[in-house]
């Protein structure tokens, strides 16, 4: 080690020492900040320290997988550093490594082993990581949209790995080849792959509807599917090009549900191995990350006799499907960041007729700004279940309120974890809450409750801050009150979605409210087009938002969608909604688009009809959207025309106000865009002046356009669900072409006063 390294490693060890001792706090990843300011390659001089070193990456799952293979390969007393607390950027691997290798030294020498290392690793870090630590292995997990303001498009993360894997040329990839995004990567790269996944299609799941990219990472064709297990994996070939799942090395070969778990059998294909395994928890996701953890440790030298006892001796990480009990009440806490973790709680608490749970989204940095694919979420599974309560906390309380509205979901405002507890007070004390939180969320909650607990501690109880480190619970014996205990719900008990319907409509159920009479054989009718194609950032509750907003107003209203390789007919359709897309995802539908042509110019521009056009949508409706060398043609139908910044990367993304006259009050939204788009001065802008964020172009000051009945814009969140006046043009519009000119009965709203007002306080010089 050299000079500076020797400097750098001796001040990460003191900040570590201070740290400790006298904030009494853990070092988390400051000293390995400190180590690498001193030292930007002490990574490289790290290296030699281990004989085998992996590094765990994908968007769901790497602290669990990390965890696992960690414990398999010490199983049989191999020394193992990892930064189990989840640290997963380049100074919390190095403040990890720097942490614990005296001990390690130590143990090694004493059973005359090497050193092994296991990290996780954030997926744009691996850019920094693998170059330098150059990992024996590095495990992909699944790729999925996940703080994607940070990110930017999934290639994007998709380019980063392979150029780490690049950069490290002797790194084994293990990737999860049921999904197409990471095949995609393993694809591309030169580096040894081995490949895991399902040999069939695993029963009990519900494949969800979203699915992040069903594309062939060849030729962008869309993917056929023999089953989908879910989310975008499964087992798929490209009928175009014939790109298919790669054939699986290390497979599970077969699932049961147990009541407390899972069985599955592993196959080892690279030599025949097969053996059956348990795991005590729920979700095809956990099998995924105990495949990969243990299917890594076979190859890193683990002994498979160890595995299931690594499995049963299996202790979440704090706030992953976490049991605890505080104030009398059980609880679950389970961190999920995305739509597909979300899911797979949500279908666990269907599944077990939980009556009670709480999800809680914050917007700090660390989880990203952008929440909108809180749209994505399948919340609408909740809304058949009878006697539950649901609450919305963290800093986007508001919005997820106004998301769990439109799922026909009423939700409670929750300031926290103890006031949840408090707020189920009246509900049997044998319920268990369970909780759904992102990732600062989390973290929140998690210290929350550990205070909690200690207060309810006996006197002398373990006060130490390692009473948080994966239990932090009271006993399980606390029992509730039970006094106020209400029943169980009967059958008879009202569903969720019976009890919006009561709250938020103007009509008994099934009514059409007088004005609207002419409508009752004929109704509005709201086409989505592209539904599976283009929908970034939860645009498709755009289209659950129109129809809700009129069957509240007793509006008669169907939905009916243009999907790929249909013919579209435009003329019963009386409100269009269009979604943005990536890049990609917009070449792959503008071949289609391109065919309807005359059909939207006459639906826009003769029939005059209601459109919500956003983002990648609403770029594809002007002549052209270039991108540096490459050209989209797009359908020319309005006069706009767009194009990319030099630089892929340079994108427009954060949380934007506008100027608009005809919502009646400013718009409020999230951008997240490439493309700058500019208008032909025949056109008329529907921000005329941006109040905070970028709009079109960050240039001429104007957001998106309004022409005859179309709205364009760049705004998600999705757009209309801060801004109702919007969704009422909309529908009003689409009215009055059918002669109905009566204006819209207000509809209260609350909900969305509340997000509007707790977004504006975000905004910079907002007034
Ligand atoms: N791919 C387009 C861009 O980056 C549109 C993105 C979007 O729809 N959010 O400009």
């Known amino acids: 080690m050299g000079l500076r390294s020797t400097i750098a490693t001796g001040a990460a060890g003191a900040a570590r020492f201070g740290l400790q001792r006298v904030l009494r706090r853990r070092g988390g990843s400051i000293p390995g900040a400190l180590a690498i300011a001193l030292d930007p390659n002490i990574l490289a001089s790290l290296r030699p320290l281990f004989t085998t070193s992996v590094v765990v990456t994908g968007t769901n799952g790497k602290t669990t997988t990390t965890n696992l293979l960690a414990d398999a390969l010490a199983a049989d ?75 930017g498009e999934i290639d994007h993360t998709q380019d980063v790995i392979a150029g780490a894997l690049a950069a490290s040329p002797e790194t084994t990839l293990v990737f999860n080849a049921d999904d197409p995004l990471c095949a995609g990567v393993a694809r591309r790269v030169e580096n040894r792959c081995i490949a895991f996944g399902f040999t069939g299609p695993a029963g009990s799941e519900d494949p969800d509807k979203v699915s992040d990219s069903r594309f062939c990472a060849a030729c962008n064709a869309p993917l056929a599917y023999d089953y989908v297990l879910y989310g975008q994996l499964g087992s798929y070939r490209c009928p175009k090009c014939g790109w ?168 409670r405002i929750v300031r926290g974890g103890v006031d949840a507890i408090e707020q189920a007070r009246g509900i049997d004390a044998q319920e268990t809450l369970y909780i759904v939180a992102n990732y600062t969320a989390t973290l929140e909650l998690t210290d929350e409750l550990d205070r909690a607990a200690r207060e309810e501690a006996p006197i002398g109880g373990d006060d130490s801050e390692g009473a948080g480190a994966t239990g932090g619970a009271a006993p399980e014996s606390a029992a509730g009150d039970g006094a106020s205990a209400d029943p169980a719900p009967q059958e008879s008990s009202p569903t969720a979605a019976e009890i919006a319907w009561d ?57 009916t969608s243009l999907n790929r390789g249909e013919e579209a007919d435009l ?46 949508g609403y770029q594809l409706l002007g002549r052209h959207y270039f991108l540096g060398d490459e050209k989209i043609e797009g359908l020319g139908v309005i006069g706009i025309e767009t194009r990319r910044a030099d630089n892929p990367t340079d994108r427009l993304i954060g949380n934007v ?29 529907l921000g005329t002046s941006v109040v905070a964020g970028t709009g079109n172009n960050g240039k001429d000051g104007f957001e998106g356009i309004v022409h005859h009945g179309l709205v364009g814009t760049y705004f998600h969140g999705p757009v209309l669900s801060k801004n109702p006046a919007l969704a009422d043009w909309l529908i009003a519009w689409a009215l009055r072409q059918r002669g109905i000119a009566a204006p819209l009965t207000p509809l209260a709203d609350a909900e969305e006063a509340g997000a509007r007002r707790a977004f504006e306080k975000k905004l910079p010089h907002h007034t």
């Open 503 to 559: 709250t938020w409509s103007l009509v008994a159920p099934g009514e059409v409210a007088e004005p609207y009479a002419a409508l009752a054989d004929n109704p509005i009718t709201i086409c989505h087009l592209y539904p599976q194609e283009l929908n970034l950032y939860g645009d498709t509750g755009n289209v659950a938002i129109l129809a809700a907003r009129c069957r509240w107003r007793g509006i008669p209203v169907r939905v």
């Open 657 to 685: 106000a506008v100027r608009s006259e005809i919502a009646g009050a400013d718009i409020l939204g999230f951008e997240n865009h490439g493309g700058r788009t500019y208008l032909d001065a025949d056109e008329k802008p």
């Open 77 to 151: 007393g191999t020394p193992v550093i990892t930064n189990r607390a989840g640290n997963n950027l380049e100074g919390g691997i190095a403040g990890a490594i720097l942490e614990g290798r005296a001990d390690a030294k130590r143990a090694a020498r004493a059973t005359g082993t090497g050193i092994v290392g296991c990290f996780e690793c954030d997926e744009l870090y691996t850019a920094r990581v693998l170059p330098k630590l150059k990992p024996r292995y590095l495990v992909l997990l699944n790729l999925f949209r996940d703080q994607l303001d940070r990110y």
């Open 571 to 616: 003329s019963h359709t009386d409100i269009a909604v269009i979604g943005g897309g990536a890049d990609r995802d917009q070449l792959a539908v503008q071949h289609e688009l391109m065919r309807h042509r005359a059909e939207v110019d006459r639906y826009l521009n003769e029939q005059q009809g209601a459109m919500l056009a956003i983002c990648g």
């Open 244 to 411: 298919e799942r790669p054939a699986l090395d290390i497979a599970c070969t077969g699932v049961d549900t147990l009541p407390e778990g899972q069985r599955f059998r592993y196959t080892d294909r690279l030599d025949g191995h097969s053996f059956e395994l348990e795991i005590g928890y729920h979700g095809l996701y956990m099998v995924y990350n105990a495949l990969a953890a243990l299917g890594t440790a076979r190859l890193a030298g683990g002994d498979e006799r160890r595995f299931q006892q690594v499995l049963d001796r299996y202790q979440p990480a704090r706030g992953r499907m976490e049991k605890r009990c505080v104030k009398g009440r059980k609880l679950l806490v389970n961190l999920a960041k995305n739509p597909v973790g979300f899911d797979r709680i949500i279908q666990i608490v269907q599944e077990t007729g939980a009556r009670t749970c709480a999800f809680f989204i914050n917007d700090k940095d660390a989880d990203g700004h952008d929440i909108s694919w809180i749209y994505d979420v399948d919340f609408e599974r909740l809304a058949a279940l009878r006697g539950l309560t649901v609450f919305a906390g963290g800093t986007r309380a508001e919005d997820l309120q106004v998301r769990l509205k439109y799922a026909g979901v009423p939700a």
